[in-house]
Nanobody, 122 residues
Framework: QVQLVESGGGLVQAGDSLRLSCAGS????????MGWFRQAPGKEREFVAG????????YYADSAKGRFTISRDTAKNTVYLQMDSLKPEGTAVYYC???????????????WGQGNQVTVSP
């Protein structure tokens, strides 16, 4: 059974950088696609970035392109989200997910982390 534990959130100022980590446990983690989603108060969970199980392909929401980078360390069963030039509208709870289908949609993920608050002040 796959379990995901996130870390790295916090309070930053606009323009700052932050790196989120998501450590997975379970024998099948390395064979799963991984992704980051976020959910702001009163809004639906939205896709941010995703990476295929091989690590060869990455996908980004338009809001993340050019500023965020997703990567994974297969040996550590960990996926990262490097966020640069953060904006106040990026304030949300960030979730990592693992799944086999539909990398850019929440329904494609079968396991989620606990969520990590990221707050970007103006």
């Amino acid at each position: 059974q796959v379990q995901l534990v996130e870390s790295g959130g916090g309070l930053v100022q606009a323009g700052d950088s932050l790196r989120l980590s998501c450590a997975g446990s379970g024998r099948t983690v390395s064979s799963l696609n991984m992704g980051w989603f976020r959910q702001a108060p009163g809004k639906e969970r939205e896709f941010v970035a995703g990476i295929t199980w091989s690590g060869f392909n990455t996908y980004y929401a338009d809001s993340a392109k050019g500023r965020f980078t997703i990567s994974r360390d297969t040996a550590k069963n960990t996926v990262y989200l490097q966020m640069d030039s953060l904006k106040p509208e990026g304030t949300a709870v960030y979730y990592c997910g693992a799944g086999r289908y539909g990398l850019m949609v929440a329904t494609g993920y079968s396991t989620w982390g606990q969520g990590n608050q990221v707050t970007v002040s103006p």
